[in-house]
């Protein structure tokens, strides 16, 4: 079975930097995907990690280490389109998602 | 292209009713999915499909059904509606391959009463 968690929710301020941990325990291994979900909308993708250490693609970066079973994304230089839900998920046969973290921005 | 479409975005059923979800991708990708999402919950894979006259079923996959006749199509069916299956529905799709990511629909949300 697939156990993954993250935090329910995080504020932080326009500007700042904000980084939601994924910590999980799966059967088996194929990298672990970051989504993006406003409210009412349908998740989009952020990021792929499958090997140990950090990914960086503009403000967002994402970095996994398998020894641990963790995981984190990192949001810098916040702007108030980034408040949403981010979602980790974790593909072994198939992809198993955590609860989501409620990001809020505020000015 | 219009991606992962999913048709109705919005119906109320009555308990013991049947509908169909629509679920249509134009990427001609062969791997299709059903998630719900409920509040708090995270996303519950219901079932999946690898390509055309193959399914399989999720994690939750009491109480749906499944036809996958074209590349293109994977309707999710609800015989007897129930008030448990008040949720959000989101279809999605993806290419072969562990690091490509799947594509969602804009979702479906049903409330049964």
């Known amino acids: 079975g697939q156990n993954i968690d993250q935090p329910t929710e995080m504020t932080a301020t326009e500007g700042a930097i904000v980084q939601i941990n994924c910590t999980y325990q799966?059967?088996?291994?194929?990298?672990l995907f970051w989504y993006q979900q406003h409210a009412g909308e349908a998740p989009t993708f952020l990021s792929y990690n499958v090997l140990d250490g950090l990914e960086e693609k503009g403000r967002f970066s994402s970095f996994l280490s398998r020894s641990k079973g963790y995981s984190y994304l990192l949001l810098k230089e916040l702007q108030m389109k980034d408040s949403a839900s981010y979602l980790c998920a974790v593909l072994d046969y198939k992809l198993s998602f955590g609860a989501g973290t409620t990001v809020t921005v505020r000015a | 292209n219009a991606g992962v479409t999913q048709t109705p975005k919005f119906r109320i059923l009555k308990i013991g009713q049947s509908m169909t979800l629509q679920c249509t991708q134009d990427m001609n990708h062969n791997y299709m999915y059903w998630y719900r999402q409920d509040p708090g919950m995270g996303l519950k894979l219901i079932y999946y499909?690898?390509?055309?006259?193959?399914?399989d079923k999720g994690e939750v996959p009491n109480g749906y059904n499944v036809s996958r006749s074209t590349t293109e199509d994977f309707p999710l069916r609800l015989e007897l509606a129930a008030p448990s299956q008040t949720s959000v529905y989101f279809c999605?799709?993806?290419?072969?391959?562990?690091?490509?990511?799947?594509?969602f629909g804009p979702g479906t949300r049903l409330l049964v009463l």
């Open positions: 799966t059967s088996g291994f194929n990298g």
């Open positions: 999605a799709s993806k290419r072969p391959g562990q690091g490509e990511t799947q594509y």
């Open positions: 499909s690898v390509g055309a006259g193959i399914t």
